[in-house]
């Protein structure tokens, strides 16, 4: 069942509850996220999207996943 951009920011804010999170996209399948967080301070881009995509909890995991594609980016505040 895909993904609506609600969901996926629900998703996000539990393990990320005072980033920025901006989730676009309206065919539920490919969405773009932009997640703004303090915790990335320190952590290279790929250690950032790792703990996104690990946020999201199993949805984009291959063929059964609710998400097929999702376009990231992870910013430091500031």
């Avoid at 773009?32 to 967080?37: L, N, R």
């Avoid at 703990?51 to 505040?77: E, I, R």
């Amino acid at each position: 069942m895909p993904m609506q951009a609600s969901e996926i920011e629900d998703l996000l804010r539990i393990s990320f509850p005072d980033a920025q999170i901006v989730v676009e996209g309206n065919d539920g399948v490919h969405m773009a996220a932009m997640v703004t967080d303090e915790s990335f301070r320190g952590k290279n881009r790929v250690q950032q999207q790792r703990a996104v995509y690990a946020a999201l909890k199993g949805k984009m995991d291959g063929t059964n996943g609710d998400l097929h594609a999702l376009a990231l980016t992870t910013k430091v505040p500031g």
